[in-house]
């Protein structure tokens, strides 16, 4: 089945401590999107790219890196100069600018 | 500045009655409009969208109203159902920019059985 796929569900991280949450489609869209969910928060973007190997900084993007070398996959690398990384993080893809983000189910990370 | 706003943080109708969940919005190059369904620890689920060169949109129960000179759209449920308890995101874009969607904070639903 296509879809989006996150892994992995449940994620932990000490502090001062890097940690790459995997994001893999298989819908053959071009755009990818990173998003953090907060509670009672909307969904507030991270990370977009539109294309391979181009991305852009979404509304929230310091203290977190990403890639896109495959069409495939985009992963969100969370660093240690993220202050409060603990979130429910949601990736997505699209096709084009006026078609549904498709939404996979989420890591939620939390700081041991 | 919140450029989607959803002002009611939840809603509680009967089952069998209608909901209405409301967006406003300010950005007036917004073109693209949609309402997502998310349940607990999922991602959300695409229900329903409308484009700026309409006022209605319906796919079964689910019927979407765009108001342009009010900047408002709202997302009516017919008949209500259990299983429509979840948070409703609205968001919107400007299709002539970037990919980039703009969502609100969100509205919980509960019908009640």
């Known amino acids: 089945d296509g879809g989006i796929t996150q892994s992995p569900k449940y994620l932990f991280r000490k502090e001062g401590q890097n940690v790459t949450l995997s994001c893999e489609q298989n819908?053959?869209?071009?755009?990818m999107y990173w998003y953090r969910q907060d509670p009672g928060q909307g969904l507030r973007l991270i990370y977009y790219s539109q294309i391979v190997n181009d991305f852009q900084k979404g509304d929230i993007a310091e203290g977190y890196s990403v890639s896109r070398e495959k069409k495939e996959s985009f992963p969100l690398t969370v660093t240690s100069a993220q202050k409060n990384p603990t979130a429910f993080y949601l990736c997505a893809s699209s096709s084009s600018s006026n078609q549904p983000q498709h939404f996979g189910d989420g890591t939620r990370l939390s700081i041991l | 500045d919140q450029q989607v706003k959803q002002n009611s943080p939840s809603l509680s109708v009967q089952e069998g009655r209608i909901s209405i969940l409301n967006c406003d919005y300010t950005n007036s190059m917004f073109d693209y409009f949609l309402w997502y369904k998310k349940y607990p620890a999922e991602g959300p689920t695409f229900l329903i969208s409308i484009s700026s060169i309409k006022d209605k949109n319906e796919d079964g129960r689910f019927t979407v109203f765009l108001n342009k000179s009010a900047k408002h759209l709202s997302l009516h449920i017919v008949p209500s159902q259990p299983g429509d308890s979840a948070v409703y995101f609205c968001?919107?874009?400007?299709?002539?920019?970037?990919?980039?969607?703009?969502f609100g904070t969100g509205t919980r639903l509960k019908v009640l059985a």
């Open positions: 819908l053959n869209h071009d755009a």
């Open positions: 968001a919107a874009s400007d299709t002539s920019g970037t990919y980039k969607y703009i």
